[in-house]
């Protein structure tokens, strides 16, 4: 963990996981996914250590709404495919 996660600990879940904490949750895994740097797997985003504060939010909240691995994967990439790229 990096020291900025030991200062501001987790990033609290919504009371009440709503349709579009999933949608922002999907977002936020799919731009904070990991990439190799020289000392392990970084968020691409931020380059926190992954996975990075949002990357564990994004999983949490769609945890938490009961969606499966495979279904957040199916999620994230289809969000990836659909993403307007600049
Ligand atoms: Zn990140």
Redesign the pocket.
């Known amino acids: 963990m990096d020291r900025i996660d030991e200062v501001l600990g987790e990033v609290p879940l919504p009371p009440y996981v709503t349709a579009e904490d999933v949608d922002f949750a999907v977002r936020a895994i799919a731009v ?1 996914a990991p990439e190799q740097g020289p000392d392990g797997l970084r ?1 691409r ?2 380059q ?1 250590a992954h996975p ?1 504060r ?2 564990r939010w994004g999983q949490r909240v769609l945890a938490e709404r009961g969606l499966s691995e495979a279904q957040v994967r199916a999620s994230v990439t289809h969000h990836e495919a659909s993403a307007v790229r600049p």
Do not use: K, S
Request: hydrophobic residues 25%; negative net charge.
């Open positions: 904070h968020c985003n931020d926190a990075c949002l990357h």
